[in-house]
């Protein structure tokens, strides 16, 4: 069971170019997420996707796209690329709407922009 | 504004020394409250979890927890640590029922335990 999947691990990119990040989920759960994690400021919320076919800021959504391509893919997109987003990035699904019903995370992209 | 604040950012122990590890949020209404651990270059994987009942709740690898509401408090514990509990600890909560699955994270603790 793969569960949350996402590709590249690992990506230097230089200021200004553009990529795609891919997520997919195999536990058929209706809500995606994307996080990046930073040194000292935990997991945050760059956006997410309540239901295929909706898609909604989170907490740092500035010079980030997403869509969501259908109930297993969640794909986030830098178009130009910043020194500020070298993150680690985590996809995440869930079964939202039920109490207690916890995220299950991927493998994380080590993301550097130089 | 909703926010989960972890005390500690840094701990060091020796094997067998007890643990206790802080989380306080601030949340309106019900809540859902999660540890999660990241053992070094892998994912978030899930420790445990409290969304109602007792308010002692136990997760894997020996861990537990206590929602204590009056405090907002959601602390982590382990009687005994082993070198294998090297990690980063997040505490995260979201709301209750119907609520979107997003998660406010802490800003972490990493945990070195000393063999």
């Known amino acids: 069971n793969a569960g949350v999947t996402q590709t590249p691990k690992f990506q230097v990119l230089k200021t200004g170019q553009s990529m795609t990040l891919q997520c997919a989920q195999d536990m058929n759960h209706n809500s995606m997420y994307w996080y990046r994690q930073d040194p000292g400021m935990g997991l945050r919320l760059i956006y997410y996707s309540a239901s295929e076919g909706t898609t909604d800021k989170g907490e740092v959504p500035n010079g980030y796209n997403v869509s969501r391509l259908n109930k297993r893919e969640f794909s986030l997109r830098l178009e130009s690329a910043a020194p500020s987003q070298t993150s680690v990035y985590f996809c995440a699904s869930s079964e939202a709407g039920q109490r207690g019903t916890e995220a299950f995370f991927g493998q994380g992209t080590r993301l550097t922009v130089v | 504004a909703q926010s989960v604040s972890q005390h500690n950012h840094h701990v060091i122990l020796s094997e067998a020394a007890s643990l206790e590890l802080g989380c306080n949020y601030s949340y309106g209404g019900t809540v859902n409250l999660f540890w999660y651990v990241q053992y070094p270059g892998q994912h978030l994987q899930l420790l445990l979890k409290y969304f109602s009942g007792d308010p002692l709740v136990k997760g894997i690898k020996g861990f537990e927890a206590e929602f204590i509401k009056s405090k907002f408090s959601f602390n982590l514990r382990k009687p005994s640590v082993q070198w294998s509990d090297t990690a980063e600890y997040f505490c995260?909560?979201?709301?209750?029922?119907?609520?979107?699955?997003?998660?406010?994270f802490g800003q972490g603790t990493t945990l070195q335990v000393k063999p």
């Open positions: 995260a909560v979201n709301g209750g029922s119907g609520n979107t699955g997003k998660l406010i």
